[in-house]
């Protein structure tokens, strides 16, 4: 399996859509801009993501797309899906011998029936299942919460750096009083001392 850039592009627009959406329309042309994906390119993605019935169009002024389900219930497997990806790495392993082989060598129907191919054949078969369980119990909705938390996380971070930075600023400002201050009595005695 070779996740390309199709599958990719996919989920990261359905990612957008979801963020940007706040159950209004949303246009492609704003997933583009955002994204920096080619608007053609985005066309076509969701021909195929509404034809798989992941997103509905809303057509007119203010229109655009929206997801066809709650995040929730819209896994990943079923973008990859709608848009064509090969998402089983055992989907081709056919037993035919590579090019350049002479298939009449093999006596059972031009295929390899060693156990070496059938040992690797079932390694990418259970592959496949963990990928597909993988990509099926991860939703848009479990993508979005984490997205929340992380962006939550960094605007905690920088305001915990920005309040540093600030009580750093404070206390070096406060530093540079006291050191002037001092500076001051050094240059000259103190006015109680003056009077005396």
Known sequence: MRLT??????VRAMLDLTFNSNGNPVRLQEISTRQAISLHYLEQLFRKL????????????????????SMDEISVRD????????????????????????????????????VEFSLTRNYFRNLGVIMQEYLA?????????????????ITAESSSEAS??????????SSDNANANSNISAIRPSIGEVNQ
């Open 5 to 10: 850039s199709k599958g990719r592009y996919a």
């Open 50 to 69: 509404r034809t798989g019935k992941v997103v509905k169009s809303v057509r007119g002024p203010g229109g655009g797309y929206v997801l066809s389900r």
């Open 137 to 153: 119990t991860t939703t848009l909705g479990d993508l979005f919460r984490e997205g929340k938390s992380a962006a939550s996380a």
């Open 164 to 173: 540093s930075a600030f009580s750093a600023n404070a206390n070096n400002a």
């Open 79 to 114: 973008i990859l899906e709608c848009v064509g990806e090969n998402i089983n790495p055992a989907k081709d392993i056919s037993g035919a011998p590579s090019s350049g082989v002479d298939a009449s060598a093999y006596a059972d129907g031009a295929r390899v029936s060693t």
